[in-house]
Nanobody, 127 residues
């Protein structure tokens, strides 16, 4: 059984930083894309940043480009999202996702939806 668990959310002031982590267990393949989505109250879920299995392909939404950095450690089956220069509009529930045999753009764009989701971790940025 696959489990996806996020951590690292919290309350931070505007301009601050947070680092999210996501650990996926129970995966039987060694080729899967991972990514971060977020959903703010009253808004649709959006792909924030995704990364391919090798890490050679990454995707960032325009709203976070230059401020967020995605990375992964395949030996630990863990995904990270370093978030700098946080803004109040970054406030949302952040979800980790896993897609078998997908690339970063396919996952984040919704062209190929995730196979697995985490429960989410809340990020709140105060002004």
């Amino acid at each position: 059984q696959v489990q996806v668990v996020e951590s690292g959310g919290g309350l931070v002031q505007a301009g601050g930083s947070l680092k999210l982590s996501c650990t996926a267990s129970g995966l039987t393949s060694d080729d899967y894309a991972m990514g971060w989505f977020r959903q703010a109250p009253g808004k649709e879920r959006e792909g924030v940043s995704c990364i391919s299995w090798s890490g050679g392909s990454t995707y960032y939404s325009d709203s976070v480009k230059g401020r967020f950095a995605i990375s992964r450690d395949n030996a630990k089956s863990t995904l990270y999202l370093r978030m700098n220069s946080l803004k109040p509009e970054d406030t949302a529930m952040y979800y980790c996702s896993v897609r078998r045999r997908g690339d970063a753009f396919d996952l984040c764009s919704g062209r190929r939806p995730p196979n697995y989701w985490g429960q989410g971790t809340q990020v709140t940025v105060s002004s």
